[in-house]
């Protein structure tokens, strides 16, 4: 999240508007983005629809219904451009994101 943060112009000079969305409560994401000063909105998924939506859920250390790490590009149409799988110690390719991004 900090990655997003921290290189917050580069991504508005491409015209992406980042994100951050997980199965944590809204009163975590609050906490969240006050401790990480976070320039972004944070979405709970609390009930995993997009998640499922996304088919980015998996099993993880034996319990069900956590998100994969991913990232999404997805137009003002609400069209999916572009979708990356990480595992979950590794962190997303903002350059590679970025150069998707400036394709549009």
Do not use: C
């Given at each position: 999240?900090?990655?997003?943060?921290?290189?917050?112009?580069?991504l508005?000079?491409?015209?992406v508007?980042p994100?951050g969305?997980s199965?944590d409560?809204?009163w975590?994401?609050?906490a969240?983005a006050q401790?990480?000063?976070?320039n972004f909105?944070?979405?709970?998924?609390?009930n995993?629809?997009?998640?499922r939506a996304?088919?980015?859920e998996r099993?993880?250390?034996?319990?069900?219904?956590v998100?994969q790490?991913?990232?999404f590009?997805?137009?003002?149409?609400?069209?999916?451009?572009?979708a990356?799988?990480?595992?979950?110690?590794?962190?997303?390719d903002?350059?590679?994101?970025?150069?998707?991004?400036?394709?549009?």
């Amino acid at each position: 999240m900090e990655l997003l943060r921290d290189r917050s112009a580069e991504l508005e000079q491409a015209g992406v508007k980042p994100f951050g969305i997980s199965r944590d409560s809204a009163w975590t994401h609050i906490a969240w983005a006050q401790t990480l000063d976070l320039n972004f909105p944070l979405l709970s998924d609390w009930n995993g629809e997009a998640m499922r939506a996304f088919g980015v859920e998996r099993e993880f250390r034996g319990h069900k219904g956590v998100a994969q790490r991913s990232a999404f590009l997805v137009d003002p149409d609400g069209t999916v451009r572009g979708a990356w799988r990480y595992d979950t110690a590794e962190l997303p390719d903002l350059d590679e994101l970025l150069r998707a991004a400036h394709a549009l």
